[in-house]
């Protein structure tokens, strides 16, 4: 079992970012490798579950992620199912200038497909890759709580900005 842990300060408050990572669909904005979000299912206590597939190391893995627990404004874990099987650990701490959001990430390197020679890489890129999702969602976060742009047309999902 491989693990990952990361974390940002985002000048934004804790709630917004909390209701930003509840709808699935944006991880697509987030996070570079995750190829497809389908069938997100939000519940109203911040809960939700989905079918995702990523790209690591060219190859296409398909699996199911659903929320194992979840306290509003403070904490998201996720295990994912299939594909690569992993928990994902999101917690938001409010800090005097905005949120400090820690991400914590144990998975499985599917080493039967991609071997064990490329273990040592896929650790390296797996690090980078959970650093780039946090300053996406920092630079994402930060936007609209500087310019307004990417509010809310509906509660809790923020719309992108303009092109």
């Known amino acids: 079992m491989e693990r990952i842990e990361k974390s ?19 991880l ?13 299912e939000i519940k109203a206590d911040g809960s939700h ?3 995702w597939t990523y ?12 929320t194992l627990d979840v306290e509003r404004d403070w ?9 690569i099987p992993s928990t994902l650990t ?14 914590l990430v144990d998975y499985e390197i599917p080493i039967p497909v ?3 020679l490329a273990a040592p890489f896929l650790r390296r890129a797996n690090e980078r890759e959970a650093e780039i999702v946090l300053e996406n969602l920092k630079e994402r976060m930060e936007i609209v709580e500087t310019t307004g742009l990417g509010e809310s047309t509906r509660e809790g999902a923020p719309t992108p900005p303009p092109p």
Request: glycine share 6%; charged share 25%.
């Open 114 to 116: 991609l071997g064990r």
């Open 90 to 103: 999101w917690r938001y701490e409010a800090r005097e200038h905005g949120t400090e959001v820690m991400l």
């Open 8 to 26: 940002v300060l985002i000048e934004a408050p804790v709630t917004r970012i909390f209701e930003y990572m509840t709808d699935p669909t944006n």
């Open 28 to 40: 697509l904005e987030i996070w570079p490798s995750l190829v497809a979000v389908e069938h997100a």
């Open 49 to 51: 579950a989905f079918d």
């Open 75 to 83: 904490r998201r874990v996720v295990r994912n199912d299939a594909g």
């Open 55 to 66: 790209k690591m190391a060219g190859l296409h893995f398909h699996g199911h992620a659903r």
